[in-house]
Structure formats: structure tokens, C-alpha cells
């Protein structure tokens, strides 16, 4: 988890400090998610817990992202958002997404596209 950790930091503030990166992280969001997770997965590797990493992080992670994508949303959720995205409230997600640099615009965008798939 140590070097999840690091690696997770070093890419935020590289991020921040290091104007190629920070474009690159914009322009292509899901390949530097995946490259923080591939660098994470090299280094564990190298330290022999691969399979610990598997099955205490990752598998945690994909169960959270399953169950945030198939929940159903009620009025009190949908206030939380729009209060989230005036800035008024800030949830540890919304604070994660953002480091890692997932603009809100292409969440909305994958929003609006299951909600049509779930609609059909």
C-alpha cells in the first residue's frame, strides 16, 4: 500500500509541477490512471507481492467502482452533486478524481450515456 502510495503522489505531483505531464494528464486522463497503475503493479512486482496487491487493493478498488456505477440515485444524492459542483461541499471522491485529474466533463459524459443505456 506504501508503494501504491508513493507512486500515486509522485504522479500528482508531477502533475502539478512538470507542464507535460500536467497536459498530458489532461489531454488523456484514463491512460495516465492506467500508467500510475502500471508503474504501482512494476514496482510491487519487483518486491515480490503482486497477488497481495491483486487481492487487497485492487479488488477493493474494482468492487467501489462497480458499486458506484450501479447505484441508483435519489434526490438527496442529486443535491450532493450540485452542491459539490458549485463548490460548495467537496466529497474524498471528488477530491481523488480531481488529483488524479478526471475532469467532471467526461464523467457527465459517461453519466449521461449509461443513463441512456439504462433507459433503453
Same mark, same amino acid.
Given at each position: 500500500m506504501v508503494v501504491v502510495s508513493a507512486v500515486f503522489l509522485g504522479s500528482v505531483w508531477a502533475g502539478e509541477n512538470r507542464a507535460v505531464i500536467k497536459n498530458f494528464k489532461r489531454q %488523456? $486522463?484514463?491512460?495516465?490512471? &492506467? /500508467?500510475?497503475?502500471v508503474a504501482s503493479y512494476m514496482l510491487i512486482s519487483l518486491l515480490g507481492s503482486v497477488m497481495t496487491f491483486m !487481492? /487487497? &487493493? !485492487? #479488488? $477493493?478498488?474494482? #468492487? &467501489?467502482?462497480?458499486?458506484?456505477?450501479f447505484r #441508483?440515485? %435519489?434526490?438527496? %444524492?442529486? #443535491?450532493? %452533486?450540485?452542491?459539490e459542483g458549485a463548490g460548495l461541499k467537496r466529497s474524498p471522491m471528488g477530491i481523488f478524481l480531481e488529483a488524479?485529474?478526471?475532469q467532471e466533463e467526461n464523467l457527465q459524459k459517461i453519466q449521461t450515456f449509461l443513463e441512456g443505456k439504462v433507459k433503453e
Open positions: %488523456n $486522463p484514463t491512460v495516465f490512471v &492506467i /500508467a500510475v497503475m !487481492t /487487497a &487493493i !485492487t #479488488l $477493493p478498488l474494482t #468492487l &467501489i467502482a462497480a458499486h458506484a456505477s #441508483l440515485r %435519489n434526490m438527496k %444524492n442529486k #443535491l450532493e %452533486n450540485k452542491m488524479l485529474g478526471q
